[in-house]
């Protein structure tokens, strides 16, 4: 009989609930959970097809040490010894762990727990150092703990709705779609998105401020001034619950009307549009997210915001306040026990020696660390000098994800030791490493996640964990034990670990901690296993309350009060290069591919990584749509297809993050991005880097379908995506290659004996080969003298087409689909595997609303997140149709 399972998603930080379903033969399917107060039954492209993505392709099975398969136990009595042998000679500070916002909070947990209580070092960060720590360090700043004030519902509640920073559309879908439910039932709701680009979630925006990069400091201390001279502060409040209004806004009022258009970018008309409208609606939410997070002046953005909702007292009540919105599945978890290098467990704070001694002694640990470690991108810098000689790094790829990414390659093939955790075997991160440790994936692991909203969620197991893959708090566990603590990490399932985290929490807490899930810490395991979602804080026997922040103050500053935050303008990057280039996320796709990338039809909505060009600087470099372009700063450089489009603006471009050694030639684009951090967060300015751009040129250009996956590919660029029936591949070479029959066969793993079916156009440079065995079509190559003009989703088709008669055969080498076999075009709608065509083909018959599409093709009908794509197509079509 089918096994149901209610588990939470493990992508972004919105936590939606989801049901596995596994059947009598294996076959996992996923839907949304109806009763999860995060989505309520929605999911997102990426939630849809989390079944697709359960295959052991590439996963690390066993342990190794050195490239040799061994056993558990002498792979962890070599962690152990190594890591103890490093202490012992240099210092508690000479080791690290680097973990991440994908692992449970149990894990993250047991983890902090070794290294600052045991180890006595604080130098354990996180790749949640990258998106959410200027949020902290701004919560911190005013309210004296990292408290999210509100919730999810306030977003429904709100007459006017900011986003600044997040294209909440594409990153945050599930709450994207409750917006947009919200305004459509509630028509007078207003949308505001604050962004350089135009993106998919200015669909519903009533205004798009298309803000200068780095601009928000300048905006909100604008409109800070602004409600003051209007009259529309709450003064109240002000006196009763807050300091320092006085110096922040004798900064603010410092700047001119003029002031503020130069650092916004923006006309005088939208500033004043935007002042006017949040000064005349109380019921305000401004979420933020990483356009805010990624900068060098992240936390004064932070505060910047704050500040104003201090000011109006719009904070804690239902449709009122700020609202960070989490990247990470768990990187709240990690906030609440201490995973980043300047906090203590529970919410408790590292420099703060009363706060170390509680934590002392509720752990009896032999010592504390008595100060912050080191950030995320100071950690590696101390693994290059060689202060660090020992990291542990787990669920994280930063080869690609940290900036100037070249330079972290290169310091941990220097470390004398770096162990890796981790599900695959093969990624940039893992290839410097002695050790390599088998981590469970979604579906194997159990423990609990917090997402944006303080809601803690169950990740449950619903899959036998596959060969000997171990969680990872059992990791730690063990070499815990090993390095001599075993009394302190007698914990024999995550639950045990819960139940200490959550004693912690209330231990010695009197009410001026904010993190107190008291209420939890005598679980038994079988309550533990039944956990429903439910949010923080669950002091004593109050569990089961949801509850807001700050609506009548009782902040945790000592006095009690909320800071204002005198914020400046900040300086501009005094690095050379012609653009600004921001990066972030794709719909469908996450970080580094590890888990999306398994599946077909993730990739088939953007299969290639690409730049974002507008098209006047295109003109400008003589870069056409589809070119190549090459993007470069003084730390690295990468090679990516152009999208000429308006929605970016002059003289900046955008690149997505998620491409990796794995997957192409050139795609991390991380390499490009400086090393620069926000003094107070440490958070990288991935979306500030100056960069310069030009064209990529190729003597050939190539796209390939084939059977199995290539490997050893000979090409000046390559980017290669996971197609239904096998995979998809974009090439272009500097130089021709002599034998192109034999570059096939290398590279598809072509038998000599099977000779491919070709087509040349000498004249026009243009070749074709098409490889069978049998009716199996095992590799497709379509090359020309400039980027190739084929119907790809057609191409990729072939591979799942029995190709028995040789007149089919002969046919496919013309590249184009035949009347039986029309092309969808590129994919617009991944849930339904609905194409542009697809959807054209529609409008021509008449269906001129999204609506209207979705009832004859279904696009968007699913989880919603093509919809403003789809607008978009309609939208063209009909314009074009009246010229």
Known sequence: MAAETRTTCPYCGVGCGVIAKVED?????????????????????????????????????????????????????????????????????????????????EDY?????????????????TNSRLCMSSSVAGHRRAFGADTVPGTYEDIELADLVILAGSNLAWCHPVIYQRLAAAKQARP?????????????????????????????????????????????????????????????????????????????????????????????????????????????????????????????????????????????????????VGGLANMLAAHMDIENPAHRDRVQRFWASPRIAEKSGLKAVDMFRAVSDGRIKAIWIMATNPVVSLPQADGVAAALAACPFVVVSDI?????????????????????????????????????????????????????????????????FGFADAGAIFAEHAALSAFENDGTRDFDIGGMSGLSIETYDALLPMQWPQPGSETGKDT???????????????????????????????????????RDHWHTMTRTGKSARLSAHIAEPYVEIHPADAAALDIGPADLVEVESQHGRAVLRALVTRRQ??????APIHWTGQSASHARVSTVIAARTDPVSGQPASKMARVVARPFRAQHYGFAVCFEKPTDIEADYWALAKADGGWRLELAFAKPVEDWTDWCRKTFHIAPDIEPIAYHDGANGRLRLAFFNKGQLLALIFLAKEPVEVARHWAVSQLARPHDDRRQRLAITA???????????????????????????????????????GKETSAGTNCGSCRAEIREIIDGSLAAAAE
Not at 57 to 79: F, N
Not at 435 to 454: A, Q
Not at 560 to 585: C, S, W, Y
Request: proline share 4%.
């Open 25 to 105: 033969d294996g076959h996992v399917s996923v839907r949304g959970d109806p009763d999860h107060p995060a989505n309520f039954g929605r999911l997102c492209s990426k939630g849809s097809a989390l079944a697709e993505t359960l295959d052991f392709d590439g996963r690390l099975l066993a342990p190794q040490i050195a490239g040799e398969t061994v056993e558990w136990d002498r792979a962890l009595d070599l962690v152990a010894q190594r890591f103890s042998e490093t202490i012992a000679e240099h210092g508690p500070d000479s080791v690290a762990f680097y973990v991440s916002g994908q692992i449970l909070t």
């Open 109 to 125: 947990y047991i983890a902090n727990k070794l290294m600052k209580g045991f180890v006595g070092s604080a130098n354990i960060d």
């Open 188 to 336: 007078s709701m207003k949308v505001v998105v604050i962004d350089p680009r135009r993106t998919m979630t200015c669909d519903i925006a009533d205004l798009h401020l298309a803000i200068r990069p780095d601009g928000d400091v300048a905006l909100f201390m604008g409109l800070l001034a602004h409600l003051v001279k209007a009259g529309r502060i709450d003064e109240n409040y002000i006196g009763a619950h807050t300091l320092g209004f006085a110096d922040a806004f004798d900064k603010a009022s410092a700047l001119t009307l003029a002031d503020l258009m130069e650092a916004t970018g923006l006309p005088a008309m939208q500033l004043r549009d935007f002042f006017r409208l949040f000064e005349t609606t109380e019921k305000t939410v401004t979420c933020y997210s990483q356009g805010v997070n990624q900068s060098q002046s992240g936390t004064d953005k932070v505060n910047a915001i704050i500040n104003c909702h201090l000011a109006t007292g719009r904070i804690g009540r239902p449709g009122m306040g700020p609202f960070s919105l989490t990247g990470q599945p768990n990187a709240m978890g990690g906030r609440e």
């Open 424 to 488: 695959m075997a093969e990624t940039d991160t893992t290839k410097h490493a002695h050790v390599l440790l088998p981590s469970l994936g979604w579906g194997e692991k159990d423990g609990t996640v917090t997402n944006s909203e303080r809601r803690i969620s169950r990740q449950r197991a619903f899959l036998t964990a596959p060969g000997e893959a171990r969680a990872d708090w059992w990791q730690f566990r063990e070499v815990a034990r090993r390095m001599g603590y075993a009394n302190a």
């Open 548 to 586: 807001r922040f700050f609506a009548q103050g009782r902040f945790y500053h000592g006095d009690g009060k909320a800071r204002f935050i005198a914020v400046g303008m900040p300086a501009q990057p005094g690095e050379a290069g012609r653009f600004t280039l921001n990066t972030g996320r794709v």
């Open 649 to 654: 603006a002059v003289g900046s471009l955008f």
């Open 815 to 853: 590249g184009r689909p035949d009347a039986g076999a029309p092309d969808k075009g590129a994919i617009v709608c991944s849930c339904m595997s609905v194409g542009v065509h697809d959807i054209l083909g529609a409008i021509g018959r008449g269906c001129t609303s999204v609506e209207a599409i």
